[in-house]
């Protein structure tokens, strides 16, 4: 079943985005996206069209994906995090397709011309707070989004393997946090 809150809530976060883009607005709007193809719901109208558009161009060309999906501006993620997102995002492509995940690293530096080791980096790159790999994480919300497939018992068993963690935990956390900070701003 769709919670009608919550596509009006997609609606008003992409209200919000075309009124004002920013990178950490879109990093939501791509996590609220790939929500549904972990829950097999629907997204609204309007985030579906948002993503559709930025997905065709990220297909066509993997190394614009953090421009097409408006990761880059004032308030982007700091340093070379979007270039790991992004790189992320097309490894858990191939992992989830059952490439080995040294062969996806492989696979990834030669499209981003750049070292393997380098894709590692990004990929097993933990977060300073917990430990928990944020980057590689919101890389699959991103890989989701971009291709737009639900995700498969076997998926989250790869998913839990590779990150330690239920793909519906971060997905839960996201959500929460998401209604926490945007929601009283479209009830005023």
Known sequence: MINENYLLFEDSLIREYKRAPNPELAEVLIKEFSSHFVKNTLPSVTLNGWINDNS????????????????????????KEVLFVCMNSFCWDLILKGTTISLAYEQVADVFKISSSLVKIGFERKNHDFGERELCRFGLDL??????????????????????????????????????????????
Do not use: W
């Open 143 to 188: 890989c989701i989004a971009i291709h737009q497939n639900n995700i498969t018992e076997d998926e989250k068993d790869i998913v839990l393997s590779v990150l330690n963690e239920s793909i519906n935990i971060q997905m839960m956390k996201d959500h929460n946090h998401h209604r926490a900070k945007y929601a009283g701003k479209f009830q005023r």
């Open 56 to 79: 065709r161009a990220a297909l066509n060309n993997p190394l614009d994906t953090d421009v097409v999906f408006g990761l880059r501006g004032p308030g982007q993620r700091p340093g």
